[in-house]
């Protein structure tokens, strides 16, 4: 079965730090390079973060950079998101994301990071 | 930074059509991929590279994309199609770019 699934949420007090994974099957893994985008609540969709599909390149959006670092064990199919220093801003559902043809052609189900006193 | 604009809100009738606007600088240059989001789910992919639709998706999905404004065209609307619709502009960068959201009606 072709899916993703994603795993670590919870609630964080400020400043803390959560990681998140995201764990790939029923694909070549290896082959693809893998997205995270957040949903904060009754909002919309925002770009995170990726990882090439060796794991040779990593880029962030500029409202985490310096605060979450991706990483990927292409052995066990395994996306990471690290997160320190969490905000309340960053209280959001993440969903890592496959690219498929100029899109992103399978999702997880996502995992609801909260970020709380 | 580069931004895309929905219109908050569509409603539509059963069976009529429904037209999603997604507005940005030179979109057309882009290719533009479109999203569906039911209430407590993950995002699904309806309409990619401006106007394909991947296998799974009704017919009634359409897209284009020319200029300044890629639009989302659901024809003879469904009850099952209300929810959130979202715009994506896949460009060169990595930061591919979502528009602001639109929920679709069924009124």
């Known amino acids: 079965q072709v899916q993703l699934v994603e795993s670590g949420g919870g609630v964080v007090q400020p400043g803390r730090s959560l990681r998140l994974s995201c764990a790939a099957s029923?694909?070549?893994?290896?082959?693809?390079?893998i997205h995270w985008v957040r949903q904060a609540p009754g909002k919309g969709l925002e770009w995170v973060s990726l990882?090439?599909?060796?794991?040779?390149?990593?880029y962030y959006a500029d409202s985490v950079k310096g605060r979450f670092t991706i990483s990927r064990q292409n052995s066990q199919n395994n996306v990471y998101l690290q997160m320190d220093n969490l905000r309340p801003e960053d209280t959001a559902v993440y969903y890592c994301a496959r690219p498929g043809t100029s899109s992103y052609d399978l999702w997880g189900q996502g995992t609801r990071v909260t970020v709380s006193s | 930074s580069y931004e895309l604009t929905q219109p908050p809100s569509v409603s539509v009738s059963p069976g009529q059509t429904a037209t999603i606007t997604c507005s940005g600088n030179?979109?057309?240059?882009?290719?533009v991929a479109w999203y569906q989001q039911k209430p407590g789910q993950s995002p699904v992919v309806v309409i990619y590279?401006?106007?394909k639709r991947p296998s799974g998706i009704p017919e009634r999905f359409s897209g284009s994309n020319s200029g300044n404004t890629a639009t989302l065209t659901i024809s003879g609307t469904q009850a099952m199609d209300e929810a959130d619709y979202y715009c994506q502009a896949w460009d060169g960068t990595v930061a591919h770019v979502f528009g602001s959201g639109t929920r679709v009606t069924i009124v």
């Open positions: 029923g694909f070549s893994f290896s082959s693809f390079a």
């Open positions: 590279q401006d106007s």
């Open positions: 030179k979109l057309g240059e882009e290719y």
């Open positions: 990882i090439s599909y060796d794991g040779s390149s990593e």
